[in-house]
């Protein structure tokens, strides 16, 4: 087929993982010779990551009506054959720069987490939300897939694309410089968790876990790679348990710096209570390292208990303080979860992969010629209110 065009928006202003998704993609579809156009926040990571990757760039905040029109006019003038709605947020505001717009282009709505398309509360407007108007639902996980089944979006139209991450970069800071950083002693034992720092991701029970595990004869100590909002209680937590001292938060980290973390780590952990797959746990494994994550979302995809890693249940520090010390106090079966875990990643789980799914929805919806049918009076009518509400 001829190279496709296809408009992206992402309406996130911090960088996390499915921002990064967002621009593998791009970068993806632009080498093997597509056209994307990104639609993002001024000054976002995504933004000044994609201009400099060359990816045609439209900033606009998509907060007000004035933003909306300028994306209705996008759209007209770009005429995409595809657009790709990354975030929620994107995918109202899309909505709503094309009411009683005719374009021909096909539309995909991204999900990359775990939670009914219901939960709003307002039945009619996700009737017109999730309605027609949406040609493809691609998830992440085969969780997700069943989320949005249960929801009543018809098989036929969601596609599991899994996330996939590239070969991690050179390692540029040794692990002893790190350690001398953050002042861990050589002989010590390093875990490592990268993400946000928010109560989804599940870091208190890492520090309730490690309290449980302090009186190890050979130190265990932990290092947080992320920026977030419970930050300060998690120091605090620390200084309860007193392992203020084991516990160090690095802070937010630049992409090209996360294999130097990585491999300074013995042991990776993902506590999540909630995740639609987790590519830190991808690149984890890449890194050849042994993972305990929580048995939720889309990561028992990933990981598969006692085979690619060990599972524990969420919200709970006992199992996980207990599988800790199972791996590392066994050797053999940390090596063996490896080097299964690196090999299922790169089988499955990588950026390639990703890009080629996506591709292949694409594909598939420009060689549908199938009618839409006739307009549905239910989806015309929440239109008609939710562009009251919102517009005014």
């Known amino acids: 087929m001829a190279s496709i065009s296809s408009l992206h928006l992402n309406t996130a202003r911090s960088w996390r993982g ?12 632009k080498q093997r010779g597509h056209h994307p156009t990104l639609v993002c926040p ?40 595809i657009i790709h709605y990354h975030t929620a947020h994107a995918h109202s505001s899309g909505l709503l720069a094309r009411l009683g717009m ?13 939670f009914s398309i219901h939960r709003s509360g307002f039945p009619g407007l996700t009737h017109f939300k999730y309605g027609r108007s949406v040609d493809r639902f691609v998830v992440s996980s085969q969780e997700i897939r069943q989320v949005l089944l249960k929801d009543g979006i018809s098989a036929e139209r969601i596609e599991v694309v899994y996330d996939g991450v590239p070969p991690l970069p050179d390692v540029t800071t040794t692990s002893t410089d790190i350690r001398n950083t953050i002042g861990v002693p050589a002989d010590a034992i390093l875990l490592g968790s990268i993400g946000s720092l928010s109560k989804e ?9 490690l309290g449980l595990l302090k009186d190890r004869q050979q130190p265990v100590h932990l290092v947080l790679v992320g920026a977030g909002d419970e930050a300060e209680s998690l120091q605090q937590l620390a200084h309860q348990h007193g392992i203020r001292d084991r516990v160090h938060l690095a802070g937010f980290q630049q992409p090209e710096q996360i294999s130097s973390w990585l491999a300074s780590f013995d042991l990776y952990l993902q506590p999540s209570l909630a995740e639609g797959l987790c590519t830190s746990i991808l690149d984890a494994l890449q890194s050849k390292l042994p993972v305990i994550a929580s048995a939720v979302g889309g990561i028992p995809e990933v990981i598969e208990d006692r085979v690619t890693g060990l599972l524990v249940a969420p919200a709970d520090a006992k199992p996980l303080a207990v599988a800790i010390d199972t791996l590392l106090d066994d050797a053999t079966l940390s090596q063996d979860l490896a080097r299964a875990g690196t090999l299922r990643a790169q089988q499955r789980f990588s950026a390639d992969a990703m890009i080629e799914g996506n591709l ?15 307009a549905d009076p239910v989806i015309e009518k929440s239109a008609q209110l939710w562009s009251e509400e919102v517009i005014g």
């Open 201 to 209: 991701k599940g870091q208190s029970y890492l520090l309730d876990a």
């Open 102 to 114: 005719f374009t021909t282009a096909r539309t995909i709505v991204h999900r990359r987490v775990g």
């Open 42 to 81: 001024p000054e976002s990571p995504l933004g000044q990551r994609a201009q400099a990757a060359g990816i045609a760039l439209q900033p606009l905040s998509m907060r007000n009506i004035r933003d909306l029109m300028r994306l209705r006019r996008l759209i007209g003038s770009l005429q995409p054959h």
């Open 18 to 29: 499915g921002e990064r998704q967002t621009l593998l993609l791009l970068e993806g579809l």
């Open 360 to 374: 292949t929805v694409q594909r598939e919806l420009l060689n549908d010629v199938a009618s839409d049918g006739p």
